[in-house]
């Protein structure tokens, strides 16, 4: 069985930052691509930052390039997210998933952590 929890949302003001984790057990190896979404209320879940298993390849979604920073430690199996200069509209429902492969497509990953809150206010 394989489980994703993630932690460290919250509120914060526009301009602060934020950094959420994600903790991988069960059978999950570091052969998997890690990535973070988020999604809003009638909205589909957007790709944000992804990272391959060796953190050779690295991608973000250009409205948070430049402000958000994914990196992953295969020792714990960590995956987090840096997230700086935060905008209102970053405020969303954000997921960590775990893809055998390589995508920023959220319906190639296989295994999904429960979402957690991110709200930024004006």
């Known amino acids: 069985q394989v489980q994703l929890v993630a932690s460290g949302g919250g509120l914060v003001q526009a301009g602060g930052s934020l950094r959420l984790s994600c903790v991988a057990s069960?059978?999950?190896?570091?052969?998997?691509?890690m990535g973070w979404f988020r999604q809003s209320p009638g909205q589909e879940r957007e790709f944000v930052a992804s990272?391959?298993?060796?953190?050779?390849?690295?991608d973000y979604a250009d409205n948070v390039k430049g402000r958000f920073t994914i990196s992953r430690d295969n020792d714990k199996n960590t995956v987090s997210l840096q997230m700086n200069s935060l905008k209102p509209e970053d405020t969303g429902v954000y997921y960590c998933?775990?893809?055998?492969?390589?995508?920023?497509?959220?319906?190639?990953?296989?295994?999904w952590g429960q979402g957690i809150q991110v709200t930024v206010s004006s």
């Open positions: 998933g775990a893809n055998f492969g390589w995508s920023i497509k959220a319906d190639d990953y296989d295994y």
């Open positions: 069960g059978r999950l190896s570091s052969g998997y691509t």
């Open positions: 990272i391959s298993r060796t953190a050779v390849v690295i």
